[in-house]
């Protein structure tokens, strides 16, 4: 049986074979750069099982974002800290809420924080607004007179710990999911996985 070699075959089947194998590195690297671009974005949402304490991204609700607001004064002056705080939704809605109010969020998962930046900048609020890519273990909150927390239960009490270590004496303290284990809400809105605890810590 005759071996054909490169130099035996057509201009066309060599055209076909060229073709073929430029095209085949290109779908690999294509596919390769897709895998790789993937894991780095799950890897932001995945990392945090692996700490001592998971904060989970989980949305709040339009429940929750309401009971959340009810809390908060129409006008009045101030700057509030959102614990853990996703992709914005409740900076930016407690910035709409009230135009005089300062709003940040801490989190640690860069990909929520640019996307709450955009969500800010496309709701209007952004001059208002402000997002920490932080650990907020690490995280100064001496300066906020509002603190709003969506946490899980294994991290209330260490929670509790620095906000009455470092909050104002007069901060008020809305805690979403869970409440705070040993301080005395002031209020309460009952609703189900959508109840809020509220604190003022100048009645502790």
């Known amino acids: ?8 075959l057509s201009p066309v089947a060599k ?4 073709g073929m194998s430029t095209g085949g590195k290109i779908l690999i690297a294509a596919t390769g750069g897709v895998g790789i671009g993937l894991s ?4 932001s949402f995945v990392a945090p099982a692996f700490r001592r304490i ?22 009045s002056a101030g700057k509030l ?3 853990g705080s996703g992709d914005g939704r409740i900076v930016v809605a407690a910035a709409q809420h009230n135009k005089a109010l300062r709003t940040d969020g801490v989190e640690l998962n ?9 969500a800010a900048l496309r709701h209007g609020v952004s001059n208002q607004t402000r997002f920490f890519r932080r650990d907020l273990w ?17 991290m209330m009490q260490d929670l509790e710990h620095k906000l009455i270590a470092e909050c104002p004496h007069n901060t008020k303290i809305i805690a979403c999911r869970f ?26």
């Not at 049986?1 to 035996?8: A, H, I, P, S, W």
């Not at 055209?15 to 060229?18: H, I, Q």
């Not at 860069?110 to 930046?117: A, D, E, G, I, T």
């Not at 690490?138 to 239960?153: A, H, L, T």
């Open 40 to 43: 780095i974005v799950c890897a």
């Open 138 to 154: 690490k995280f100064q909150i001496k300066d906020y007179n509002f603190v709003v927390i969506f946490g899980v239960e294994q």
């Open 81 to 83: 800290l959102d614990i």
């Open 1 to 8: 049986m005759e071996l054909l070699n490169e130099d035996t």
């Open 179 to 204: 409440p705070l284990p040993s301080l005395q809400h002031v209020k309460i809105i009952e609703d189900g996985v959508n109840t809020v605890w509220f604190y003022d810590l100048s009645k502790s």
């Open 110 to 118: 860069p990909w929520l924080v640019y996307y709450s930046r955009l």
């Open 54 to 75: 998971c904060l989970p991204y989980v949305p709040a609700t339009t429940e929750q974002i309401q009971n959340v607001l009810s809390f908060l004064p129409k006008n």
């Open 15 to 18: 055209t076909a074979k060229s």
